[in-house]
């Protein structure tokens, strides 16, 4: 062996990983945690014997941004979770663990430092905070100049790993946009990527690294389409093998590291948007009764794989869908409709849903539902003599009020009595409600700044979709003392939401209170909209009442910013 020859040896030699390493990566506890999750979690972790433990964050509920000590109360709960794992374990924060700046003391007492970096086995281990950010061009220039730092000083190390919760690639890297953190893991030749928060599992390969997202260990999830709930990651590092990374379900099954890529959830999140979609809503008459027909289009993705399943209609009480199966054959990258009569009776949620299997990718499929769209029917009285708007709901006009709503859940409806109004005339539309209750004390009003907190007061609030083909909803609420938040709420063909809370309504809005009531009046004007009215025009429509002192809400229809999910507002002579 020549010296050359041996020196290059040494140098691979002294890079190289002595033996297979494990470790373990953990995913979200938190965020609508599940009791004994991750409890159980920690105990097959332990039991495989991993050599050190890190996680991806999220390990408290957090959102504190006053009460230090419940956040160490949190803390404390955590490591007596965490406590049976007797190997290392390592901390990256999350947005629940550090959602305002006062919460990074207790973070740092109890988990160390936010961003660090250490190295075993002649591996070296990068953990960044991303827990106040969206980005990664938006993280502080601080932490970016000691991450440019701290991977040039890991140079001579075959593997380079790199942690952070908030997976900001599938906004960027995979939309081929730039990407501070990539770039810098391009640069200094990191292997792999963790991240965590949106607690389901997926993958994807970028520029030769490995990005993995881990899903929920314990926080509240779903199904992925390939069935991963609950799970952690197991991480093998080989010099002959390099690395393997295996989604670790809860009950100890593994799966394959490209189980679930970006790719798939994405097209996945296609087949929910499009795959299933009703040519129109089936109109819920003001008796609670619907008789019509529906046509369902079904689309099959261009991805060679032929959709040939049984959709099935899922029927709930009340309701009748005619036929309640049908077969389905779409050719790749086609569409085909089918036809259904409809008909119901009584509460209108929840309504039917159907299911089919269809493809997402090449050889692999998972279920798609989609709900009924069902819009309830109220009448918006056109009149020549607009109401004088002054909270006391006393004209002749306010003759014909909607009085059925339902809870959340479209259970029976638990607020006290309300009524709600609607006129119209060619340059405004006009808006009143009477909130009953027999004990005005407990009324709950604290907010007496616009936009700040109305929500969480007694309340009523609208959900206005002047032009139903635009995707624009604009949302107003009025607390009883005429306190006012008001949104617009942009709804790409995509599903994509951008809320606008800049945007503020010109309205003019009066309230008034009695022994067992209080009342709202408002008007707005249709310039705002880009709209005018006249008889027979249709907008979209939802409204509510919020009562906290009952607990309860009450809603015309279920919740929703989608436009698909409003009512429809007649407007009538």
């Known amino acids: 062996m020549t010296r050359m020859t041996l020196i290059v040896v040494l140098c691979l030699a002294a890079l190289a990983v002595a033996g297979p390493v494990r470790f373990a990566v953990i995913g979200d506890r938190t965020g609508g945690h599940q009791d004994g999750i991750h409890e159980k979690i920690v105990a097959e972790v332990a039991a495989a014997k991993p050599e050190f433990v890190i996680t991806v964050g999220d390990h408290i509920e957090g959102y504190q941004q006053s009460d230090t000590l419940k956040l160490e109360q949190e803390w404390q709960e955590y490591k007596a979770i965490v406590a049976p794992l007797k190997v290392p374990f390592h901390y990256t924060p999350g947005n629940h663990d550090i959602t305002y700046d006062n919460a990074l003391g207790a973070y740092e007492r109890n988990a160390g430092k936010p961003y660090y970096s250490f190295d075993y086995k002649r591996m070296h281990f990068t953990v960044l905070d991303a827990s106040r950010w969206d980005s990664s061009d938006s993280l502080p220039a601080e932490q970016l100049n000691w991450l440019a730092q701290d991977l040039a000083k890991s140079s001579k190390t075959k593997f380079k790993f790199v942690f952070f919760h908030k997976p900001f690639w599938t906004a960027s890297v995979a939309e081929d946009k730039h990407d501070t953190l990539h770039s810098l893991f391009k ?29 929920s260990s314990g926080g509240g999830t779903e199904p992925g389409p390939t069935g991963v709930l609950y799970h952690w990651t197991l991480v093998t590092v080989d010099n002959r093998k390099g690395i393997t990374i295996q989604p670790v379900l809860l009950g100890g099954e593994k799966r394959a590291w490209d189980d679930v890529t970006w790719s798939d959830v994405q097209s996945v999140g296609r087949n929910s948007l499009a795959g299933l979609r009703l040519r129109r809503p089936v109109l819920v008459a003001e008796d609670m009764t619907a008789a019509d027909s529906v046509t369902l289009v079904v689309r099959n993705q261009p991805l060679e794989t032929p959709l040939e399943d049984t959709l099935r209609w899922d029927m709930p009480f009340g309701w009748n869908v005619s036929p309640g199966t049908a077969a389905v054959s779409v050719a790749p990258g086609a569409e085909a409709e089918y036809r259904f009569a409809v008909a119901g009776a009584g509460r209108p949620f929840p309504a039917p849903r159907v299911a089919l299997r269809m493809p ?30 002054d909270g006391r709901i006393v004209e002749q006009l306010w003759r014909k009020p909607v009085m059925d ?7 029976a409806m638990k607020t006290d009595s309300v009524r709600f109004y609607f006129a ?27 936009d700040k907190g109305v929500h969480l007061d007694d309340c009523v609030g609208w959900f ?47 309230t008034t209170k009695g022994k067992d009531y209080w009342s709202v009046e408002a008007k707005l004007p249709l310039a705002q909209f880009g709209v005018t009215a006249k008889p027979g025009d249709v907008w979209g429509l939802n409204f509510r009442r919020k009562q906290p002192g009952r607990k309860a809400n009450a809603d015309w229809q279920p919740i929703s910013y989608d436009p698909h999910g409003l009512g429809l507002m007649f407007i009538n002579k």
């Open 187 to 215: 640069a200094y030749g990191v292997s792999a990527v963790f991240n965590g928060h949106n607690h389901y599992y997926y993958s994807a390969t970028y520029d030769g690294i490995k990005y993995t997202a881990v899903g």
């Open 360 to 389: 997402y990718a090449k050889g692999k499929s998972s279920p798609v539902t989609a709900t009924l769209d069902v819009a309830r029917t109220a009448h918006c009285s056109f009149v020549r003599k607009p109401p004088k708007v």
């Open 424 to 450: 119209a005339d060619t340059a405004n539309l006009y808006l009143a409600a009477v909130c009953f209750d027999p004990n005005p004390d407990s009324i709950t009003v604290k907010a007496t700044e616009r």
């Open 464 to 510: 206005l979709a002047p032009d139903t083909s635009k995707g624009l909803i604009y949302q107003v609420y009025f607390n009883p003392n005429a306190v006012v938040l008001d949104q617009k709420i942009a709804v790409s063909p995509e599903g994509k939401m951008d809320v606008d809370m800049a945007w503020s309504a010109d309205v003019d809005v009066k």
């Open 405 to 411: 709503l339902f809870t959340n859940d479209s259970e």
